[in-house]
């Protein structure tokens, strides 16, 4: 089973930086997709930023520009947040998708349980 596990959320004021991590654990094959999403109390879960095919980056239009989704590790990867505002308040998750190792090479779409992202004067 493949597992994902977000760290580095906290508590920041108007105009500063984060960076969150997402640590995979699992025997893969290969990654369909990396992605960040966000969800606010009371709000749909929306995507922010993905890699997909492990080439093609896409940022939703509200963090465009001051977000940056980025490759580590083998088994990591990262959203690094600038310029933060307070709509930007919600719980991060991030998400990978793509194939088992292993004979089958079965399909696999997982999430972590989140890291609370706070923007506030």
């Known amino acids: 089973q493949v597992r994902v596990a977000e760290s580095g959320g906290g508590s920041v004021r108007p105009g500063g930086s984060l960076t969150l991590s997402c640590d995979i654990s699992?025997?893969?094959?290969?990654?369909?997709?990396m992605a960040w999403y966000r969800q606010a109390p009371g709000k749909q879960r929306e995507m922010v930023a993905s890699?997909?095919?492990?080439?093609?980056i896409n940022y939703a239009d509200s963090v465009k520009g001051r977000f940056t989704i980025s490759r580590g590790s083998a088994n990591i990867f990262y959203l690094k947040m600038n310029n933060l505002k307070p709509e930007d308040t919600a719980a991060y998750y991030c998400?990978?998708?793509?194939?088992?190792?292993?004979?089958?090479?079965?399909?696999?779409?997982?999430w972590g349980q989140g890291t609370q992202v706070t923007d506030s004067s």
């Open positions: 998400k990978v998708a793509g194939r088992m190792a292993g004979q089958n090479l079965d399909e696999f779409d997982s």
């Open positions: 699992g025997y893969i094959d290969s990654f369909h997709t």
């Open positions: 890699i997909r095919n492990e080439i093609t």
